[in-house]
């Protein structure tokens, strides 16, 4: 590893400021994917800044049933908010169902959606990677592609983002609140994460020494009716092969509006808006599941690989969607 | 903490800083290189070889302290940040259960790690330390209501296997002696329930 100085300064204006005036520097939250990079060598920064303790650690009500989300809240808590668990139970569920109850306890609101990609090549710094070294190629291809990308990829990366959390903010009409050198910004979650395109690189929009400082919630009756499932390699403790974050609105057994996201299959969380225009006005059948599912995936390109490929991940998620979706409507029975 | 490492010159040279950090009760001082993990400062410098470095990666748990009461992977924790925390490691359990003279006798131990010797839940043992300090720290957020990932709807849920299973999820043994560890977990839940039925029924 190498040496780096650090640095953990009053505030988080001040941090902004001094890590938005050095390119070598970077900001360090709970640390759970940062730290194991400096290990790695994927991230070599000269500055280590750390902010854990300088951000807003609340979770605020704004009123009607809106909440604003304190970017150092950490992962566990989150989860546990009794707010979130009856307003917003896809982000709760989407929570737990991520790494493991010491990780959760570290990691940040803030990190979460900026924690990179688990592609074994991107953190194996003895090969190609366009994202940790732009121009050098993919070593995907022809390689192991059972965790990869089969929505939005590009000849240069087909790494998929690794956040659960992310997928159900992408659901939620979720707002990012970011502190940056030049002042304060908002920027709709659904686009804060990136397209690779050429630039895979850049995961998100921000630029160097933005730091998002809350999340805001605002209030959506429809997300009462809502629930993550993650499909995975083992019971717990794994990153999603495929997941659906959903809510839904329905009456007389017609759905009438849906949010629908997906994980687990692209470079950013999928909202799927096709699906979304699918379901509005459907029955609520499996027939309108899979069918919504269809309209999404129509654009989907697996990718050959090594372990067989991932082409398997189309009908596991059109599956894992009609689930999702069953499983809601079935809750009137409850 | 006091810098003593020179501003901007961290790209060749090693940067040094001072932190203090109690440690199972005991306040340590030390000068760390920002780079070493807690794990790390924890084994080599203090001499405290509970934790142990199983993947150092943060896909094992068995590295688990409690640092400000919560359980965390001290393989992904930066010591510099610790400045000022408070560390608790599966030695420093066992200590707190320690009699006022300070002896620790085998009825000293925490009641997990008196439930894991119970139910014979370790093999090798290597991973042990960090499987009860995960326990130790899983138990506390159960007892704050805290909901897993199998927990169904809002009520409060019950510690069944599947919930111990989940919450132990973070902490693998490669000897797979999850079926006696989740059993430990249970048992040791129960003795801390019955604890407090029995405090309460005193102090009622």
Same mark, same amino acid.
């Given at each position: 590893m190498k040496p780096f100085d650090y640095r953990s300064p009053a505030d988080a204006a001040t941090a902004v400021r001094i890590v938005g005036g050095d390119p070598g520097a970077v900001f360090l939250g709970g640390g759970t994917n940062l730290v194991d990079h400096l290990k790695l060598g994927v991230v070599e920064p000269g500055l280590v800044v750390g902010v854990a303790g300088l951000l807003p650690a609340e979770v605020e009500e704004l009123g009607g049933g809106a909440l604003r989300i304190g970017a150092g809240v950490n992962n566990s808590e989150l989860a546990a908010d009794p707010r979130v668990r009856e307003w917003f139970p896809v982000l709760s569920q989407a929570l737990l169902s991520g790494a493991s109850g010491q990780l959760r306890n570290m990691a940040s609101v803030g990190g979460n959606p900026l924690q990179r990609t688990r592609c074994v090549y991107f953190q194996d710094v003895t090969t190609p990677c366009n994202k940790r070294k732009p121009g050098s190629g993919c070593s995907v291809v022809g390689g192991w592609t059972r965790h990869h990308a089969i929505l939005g990829a590009s000849e240069h990366c087909i790494a998929v983002h690794p956040s659960d959390m992310a997928v159900a903010l992408a659901a939620l009409e979720a707002r990012a609140r970011v502190l940056g050198p030049d002042g304060e910004r908002t920027i709709p979650f659904v686009d804060l994460h990136r397209l690779p395109g050429d630039a895979p690189d850049r995961d998100t929009v921000l630029e160097h020494g933005e730091l998002i400082t809350a999340i805001d919630l605002p209030a959506q009756p429809i997300a009462r009716r809502s629930a993550y499932r993650k499909v995975r390699d083992r019971a717990s403790y794994a990153f999603a092969l495929v997941s659906v974050a959903a809510a839904l609105d329905v009456a007389d057994g017609v759905i009438v509006d849906a949010r629908v996201a997906f994980g687990g299959v692209a470079h950013a969380p999928w909202r799927a808006y096709r699906a979304e225009e699918a379901l509005?006005?459907?029955?609520?059948?499996d027939r309108s599941y899979r069918a919504a599912a269809d309209a999404e995936l129509a654009d989907a390109r697996p990718a050959e690989g090594l372990d067989g490929g991932n082409a398997f991940k189309i009908p596991l998620l059109r599956r894992t969607l009609a689930a999702t979706l069953r499983d809601l409507v079935g809750e009137d029975a409850r | 903490m006091r810098s003593m490492g020179v501003a901007g010159a961290g790209k060749s040279r090693a940067v040094k800083r001072e932190i203090t950090v109690r440690v199972d009760g005991i306040p340590r001082r030390l000068s760390i290189d920002t780079r070493m993990t807690l794990l790390d400062a924890l084994r080599e410098r203090l001499g405290v070889t509970s934790p142990k470095k199983g993947c %150092?990666?943060?896909?094992?748990?068995?590295c688990t302290v409690l640092s400000g009461g919560r359980r965390v992977l001290s393989c992904l924790?930066?010591?510099?940040?610790?400045?000022g925390a408070e560390v608790v490691t599966a030695e420093g359990l066992t200590a707190e259960a320690a009699t006022p003279d300070g002896r620790h006798a085998?009825? %000293?131990?925490?009641p997990v790690q008196r439930a894991f010797i119970d139910c014979d839940a370790l093999q090798c043992g290597y991973c042990t330390p960090g499987q009860v300090v995960s326990a130790v720290g899983a138990l506390d957020e159960f007892e704050k209501g805290w909901p897993s990932a199998v927990t169904k709807g809002l009520g409060a849920p019950r510690l069944d296997r599947a919930e111990v299973a989940e919450r132990m999820s973070g902490n693998l043994c490669r000897c797979a002696a999850y079926v006696n560890i989740v059993t430990a977990v249970q048992q040791a839940a129960g003795a801390a329930a019955a604890q407090r039925t029995a405090e309460t029924e005193v102090a009622g």
């Amino acid at each position: 590893m190498k040496p780096f100085d650090y640095r953990s300064p009053a505030d988080a204006a001040t941090a902004v400021r001094i890590v938005g005036g050095d390119p070598g520097a970077v900001f360090l939250g709970g640390g759970t994917n940062l730290v194991d990079h400096l290990k790695l060598g994927v991230v070599e920064p000269g500055l280590v800044v750390g902010v854990a303790g300088l951000l807003p650690a609340e979770v605020e009500e704004l009123g009607g049933g809106a909440l604003r989300i304190g970017a150092g809240v950490n992962n566990s808590e989150l989860a546990a908010d009794p707010r979130v668990r009856e307003w917003f139970p896809v982000l709760s569920q989407a929570l737990l169902s991520g790494a493991s109850g010491q990780l959760r306890n570290m990691a940040s609101v803030g990190g979460n959606p900026l924690q990179r990609t688990r592609c074994v090549y991107f953190q194996d710094v003895t090969t190609p990677c366009n994202k940790r070294k732009p121009g050098s190629g993919c070593s995907v291809v022809g390689g192991w592609t059972r965790h990869h990308a089969i929505l939005g990829a590009s000849e240069h990366c087909i790494a998929v983002h690794p956040s659960d959390m992310a997928v159900a903010l992408a659901a939620l009409e979720a707002r990012a609140r970011v502190l940056g050198p030049d002042g304060e910004r908002t920027i709709p979650f659904v686009d804060l994460h990136r397209l690779p395109g050429d630039a895979p690189d850049r995961d998100t929009v921000l630029e160097h020494g933005e730091l998002i400082t809350a999340i805001d919630l605002p209030a959506q009756p429809i997300a009462r009716r809502s629930a993550y499932r993650k499909v995975r390699d083992r019971a717990s403790y794994a990153f999603a092969l495929v997941s659906v974050a959903a809510a839904l609105d329905v009456a007389d057994g017609v759905i009438v509006d849906a949010r629908v996201a997906f994980g687990g299959v692209a470079h950013a969380p999928w909202r799927a808006y096709r699906a979304e225009e699918a379901l509005r006005g459907a029955p609520a059948s499996d027939r309108s599941y899979r069918a919504a599912a269809d309209a999404e995936l129509a654009d989907a390109r697996p990718a050959e690989g090594l372990d067989g490929g991932n082409a398997f991940k189309i009908p596991l998620l059109r599956r894992t969607l009609a689930a999702t979706l069953r499983d809601l409507v079935g809750e009137d029975a409850r | 903490m006091r810098s003593m490492g020179v501003a901007g010159a961290g790209k060749s040279r090693a940067v040094k800083r001072e932190i203090t950090v109690r440690v199972d009760g005991i306040p340590r001082r030390l000068s760390i290189d920002t780079r070493m993990t807690l794990l790390d400062a924890l084994r080599e410098r203090l001499g405290v070889t509970s934790p142990k470095k199983g993947c %150092d990666h943060g896909q094992c748990g068995a590295c688990t302290v409690l640092s400000g009461g919560r359980r965390v992977l001290s393989c992904l924790t930066l010591a510099v940040t610790q400045d000022g925390a408070e560390v608790v490691t599966a030695e420093g359990l066992t200590a707190e259960a320690a009699t006022p003279d300070g002896r620790h006798a085998g009825r %000293d131990l925490h009641p997990v790690q008196r439930a894991f010797i119970d139910c014979d839940a370790l093999q090798c043992g290597y991973c042990t330390p960090g499987q009860v300090v995960s326990a130790v720290g899983a138990l506390d957020e159960f007892e704050k209501g805290w909901p897993s990932a199998v927990t169904k709807g809002l009520g409060a849920p019950r510690l069944d296997r599947a919930e111990v299973a989940e919450r132990m999820s973070g902490n693998l043994c490669r000897c797979a002696a999850y079926v006696n560890i989740v059993t430990a977990v249970q048992q040791a839940a129960g003795a801390a329930a019955a604890q407090r039925t029995a405090e309460t029924e005193v102090a009622g």
